[in-house]
Nanobody
């Protein structure tokens, strides 16, 4: 069974940092581009960042560029999202997932491969 488990979320003040982690089982991370998504209350889930293991290129939605850093170890099926200078608008449930398709110019519309973990809640207070 393919599973992902996210962790590392929490409550932080604006300007603070969090590091999200994701582990997977039942599939190989290096068979996919892996990504982070988020869903804020009342909004659709959106793509945030992804990493293409073939050349280690990373991509970010404009709203997090310069603040978030995606990394991981595909051989260990782990993925991270370092989030710095957090803003209240970053408040959301964050999910990691394998990516089925993405457009680097419209990363928010990144499409998952169809299965999700339980997510990890990030809340940023002003």
């Amino acid at each position: 069974k393919r599973q992902v488990v996210e962790s590392g979320g929490g409550l932080v003040q604006a300007g603070g940092s969090l590091r999200l982690s994701c582990t997977g089982s039942g599939f190989r991370f290096d068979d996919y581009t892996m990504g982070w998504f988020r869903q804020a209350p009342g909004k659709e889930r959106e793509g945030v960042s992804c990493i293409d293991w073939r050349d280690d290129r990373t991509y970010y939605v404009d709203s997090v560029k310069g603040r978030f850093t995606i990394s991981g170890d595909s051989g260990k099926n782990t993925l991270y999202l370092q989030m710095d200078n957090l803003k209240p608008e970053d408040t959301a449930m964050y999910y990691c997932a394998p990516v089925a398709a993405y457009n680097e110019d419209e990363l928010s519309r990144m499409i998952s491969a169809g299965f999700w973990g339980q997510g990890t809640q990030v809340t940023v207070s002003s």
